[in-house]
């Protein structure tokens, strides 16, 4: 299926599951951690939604950057279902009637927020305690890289209509994108000289997002040529290095989003930055890792760093109507459709320096 447009209307006929209902299943196959940390088709127990859950049947799910860090580590549990970007219809309403009902299409955002800690009243739901326990597909709570998943009703967003699946999945990296802009306090009407480091798929969302900002002047580092051709697809500028972006964008940055989580980048990102410049770190490092940053230039330059993490509430709305109105089909269109037995191979391609923008697992098939 390639678009959702339309089924959200459907009325339930008078008799007999509406049709994306499916018949009453008692299991359903998930891509779980097993041996050695490879992943595993396995059949759980159907998902039973408790007050104020939903079950949502997953249409497609966005593997990240972070599983393939999170699996790498050791450090999730055997039996862990991963997967915290994806859509589908809601097949289970919750059954105290809390949430979204059975066949509303949705992009769902991956934990739960209490909406009443100072975090949440402050505007900074993204920084919200309940959520490090609630998170969905990052080790705690299974996630995607399943048929169906139980979800917090209030962590749905109804899709736009004619929104697909692939679109659905993708508003949580989008979502990252635009709080990773919103902490870099810029203005697009000044007409700022911008530079992403790193096009995996959060740095190419944050070209997407940068896009539909109004930024014009945009420079990417990345030397893999498969993502440097989807950032120059949206309109930016592309180098090999973060050392070349002042030449190509004929002005040291303002603003440099840092989206490699490695080690290095930050350093380069504020050696490459404009004096008064600001730093936005949006990928994530490695745990226990440490960032060496060249001590006087810092300084010297005055150069703002700040990190980037998750969304707020309101973000990840933005996100889904975004994204469902095509802000980001430029990396949707590149993304490959994997089906969730060939989850092992997917994250093996997507190491190669030559592998996939993204995968979508698609557990349909
Ligand atoms: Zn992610
Ligand atoms: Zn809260």
């Known amino acids: ?30 891509a779980a951690i097993g041996t050695g940390g490879r992943l595993e088709i396995v059949e759980r127990p159907e998902p039973q939604p408790g007050p104020g859950e939903v079950v949502v049947a997953v249409e497609r799910c966005g593997i ?14 055997a039996g862990a279902v991963l997967g915290h970007e994806f859509g589908g219809p809601v097949v289970v309403a919750a059954p105290d009637g809390d949430g979204p009902a059975v066949g509303t299409l949705v992009s769902v955002l991956p934990a739960r927020r209490c909406g009443t800690c100072e975090a949440c009243t402050s505007g ?7 959520q490090v326990t609630t998170s969905i597909g990052l080790g ?11 979800v917090p009703g209030s962590s749905c967003h109804p899709v736009p209509p004619h929104t697909t699946a692939a679109q659905a999945a993708l508003a949580e990296p989008y979502a990252v994108a635009l709080h990773a802009i919103a ?3 810029m203005a697009a009407d000044t007409d700022p000289a911008v530079a992403v480091i790193g096009a995996g798929s959060v740095g190419l969302m944050c070209v997407a997002a940068l896009v539909q900002a109004g930024v ?29 972006i002042a ?70 709305a933005r996100a889904v109507a975004a994204v469902g109105n095509g802000a980001a089909d430029k990396i949707v269109e590149s993304a490959q459709h994997r089906r969730l037995a060939d989850a092992e191979q ?10 996939p923008v993204k995968v979508l697992l698609d557990p349909t098939r």
């Not at 209902?21 to 998930?30: D, F, G, K, L, N």
């Not at 990240?64 to 549990?77: E, K, Q, T």
């Not at 900074?124 to 309940?130: E, I, V």
């Open 247 to 316: 030449r190509a964008l004929g002005r040291p940055p303002d603003v440099v989003f840092e989206a490699t989580g490695t080690a290095e980048a930050p350093g380069q990102a504020v050696e490459t930055a404009a004096i008064g410049g600001r730093v936005v770190l949006v990928g994530v490092g490695a745990p226990g890792g440490e960032v060496p940053m060249p001590a006087l230039l810092w300084v010297v330059k005055e150069v703002d760093v700040v990190p980037s993490i998750a969304y707020t509430d309101a973000e990840f």
């Open 124 to 130: 900074r739901s993204n920084l919200c305690p309940l």
């Open 216 to 244: 014009t002047r945009v420079a990417v580092a990345e030397p893999r040529t498969v993502r440097a051709a989807v950032a120059r697809a949206m309109g930016a500028v592309t180098v090999d290095r973060a050392g070349d």
């Open 183 to 185: 902490r870099s306090r």
């Open 64 to 77: 990240c950057g972070s599983d393939l860090h999170l699996r790498a580590s050791g450090l999730l549990p």
């Open 140 to 150: 705690w709570r299974n996630g995607g890289y399943a048929e169906r998943v139980v």
């Open 346 to 355: 997917a994250f093996d391609d997507l190491r190669r320096p030559d592998g």
């Open 1 to 30: 299926m390639d678009s959702w447009g339309g089924k959200g209307g459907t009325m339930m006929p008078a008799t007999g599951p509406p049709p994306w209902e499916p018949a009453v299943q008692s299991s359903m196959r998930a």
